[in-house]
């Protein structure tokens, strides 16, 4: 699937670079292999963080960084990468909302980088990269309507429907989802941690959320 980015990001110094992979997924709740792999990968951060805390980490740092360029307090706003580490290290174990989800979330713990998970059924046209324009929200998933004034966003023809802080619900991955846009939002981050995310997502999409 096609994405633009908004020249807004290269005027502000920011150097993208987006990963958008398409699979063939069957969504059910994740298994015990899967459930096995989230505890090591959570007992496996807190361990590289020493106690030091998420936003310590420098890929983190990095996109919380791009979030106070485009106008958004990071703060206040975290990112998705950022509330997962936050939430393994003070002992809580990952969410368990489908295999593919989880997949999505165990990558994003991993590597630092935000990841989206997005049904292609429920986008429409071209995707692009903005920031948000004041004025501009949708509902988020367990969320309230979501205020994307200055967050980095993704929207198609219908407009905004996902973000390295929270994601909408239009957009959610259900279990009737069968066509998966898999995204790794490299903000101003090396594209050698995208392309490491997008290797662990095929190896983990392939085992955990195939058709197959």
Partial sequence: MDL???KKFSALGLEIHMGVLDYDVAVHPSGPALMDAMEDGAETRMHELMGEAASTDPIIAKIREVFKA?????????PSSE????????????YLVNNVVDSGNLISLMTGVPIG???ADK???ALSLQIGK?????TGIGRADINLEGLPLLADDKGPFGSPFSDSER???SKGTTKLVFVIYGLDIDVAYVESA???????????????
């Fill in 171 to 173: 957009s959610a991955v």
């Fill in 134 to 138: 004041s004025g501009e929200t949708y």
């Fill in 4 to 6: 633009s980015i908004d």
């Fill in 123 to 125: 986008l429409h046209g």
């Fill in 117 to 119: 998970c997005y049904d």
């Fill in 198 to 212: 997008a290797e662990m997502a095929d190896t983990l999409i392939t085992r955990f959320c195939s058709t197959h």
């Fill in 83 to 94: 509330a997962l580490t936050r939430r393994v290290i003070s002992g809580k174990p990952l």
């Fill in 70 to 78: 485009t106008g958004k307090d990071p703060s206040r706003y975290r």
